[in-house]
């Protein structure tokens, strides 16, 4: 359970600390590969074994393995998979997808770029590639055009993974400083998926910035009382419930801090009493 915590435990420093700041794009990514291509291709009928060419299957063997050289972090194998899935079929858009998220996760946002809109070119509509776009254009801060691309993903209604990409977008106007609109695009990711921590932490801070203090309250309790908890959502609990003048959670709130983060910067923070900064 701790490397969940981890994970998005970067993703919930990012709007609060630089914009440009590095962050874990496991849990916002789209998916590396996916079955949209059976679903763009469903005018044509089921496709079976027997319909794919062999240098397709080739491509999705080698596809298959980069993916999973991915998730592993071993990137520069994943890649060197990656170009042997596009050798065997240029036209592949998943590749060109995976291809994208590699670089993007090497920071080198060009090649990105050329690998997400190489993949578009293929199939215009894919969702997953649209967000992963997005996603690159946030990182970059080009708000205003991460934010097309998050839309049309999200209009698609064969899209299963609008929550994700309504959570992104609301990281990405919380970074522009939109907050009452990354408020909005929160809430639909809460719709989609109520235990989500990066929304819940994140509903939580722009109600307490707004001063929506049992509302702030709700959403930091949920997420502070399940095993998504960590030092970033403890603190900003006592924050919250400080803010309302109930002592008796917030040293509740802080003997968790000290016991189970005892080195973090939020358990500094709360004992210097900096709670506005």
Known sequence: MAGLVGRWRHIARWTLAACGAVVCIWALQGCATNTSSAVSDADAGLVT??????????????????SNYFELGQTAVALD???????????????FNLRGLIYMRLSDYAQAEDSF?????????????????????????KYVEADQYFVRAIANPAYTARGKTW????????????FPDAEQSFLKAYEFDAANPV????L?????????????????????????????SLWLGIKVERALGDTVAMRQLAVQLRKRFPDSRELGAYER?????
Request: net charge positive.
């Open 273 to 277: 009493g900096a709670f506005n900064e």
């Open 117 to 141: 809109r190489r993949a578009l070119s293929l199939r215009a509509n894919d969702s997953n590639v649209l967000h992963n776009y997005g996603w690159l254009m946030c990182q970059q801060q």
């Open 204 to 232: 939580a801070a722009l109600l307490l910035r707004r001063n929506e203090l049992s509302r702030a309250q709700f959403y930091i309790r949920r997420l502070n009382n399940s095993d998504f908890a960590n030092s970033e």
């Open 81 to 95: 998979e990656v170009k042997q899935s596009l050798a065997a079929d240029p036209s592949y858009a998943d590749a």
């Open 49 to 66: 074994p027997s319909d794919e060419p062999e240098s397709r299957r080739r491509a999705r063997i080698r596809l298959e393995l980069a």
């Open 167 to 178: 959570m992104a977008r609301g990281l990405c106007q919380s970074g522009a400083g939109q």
């Open 199 to 202: 929304v819940g932490y994140h």
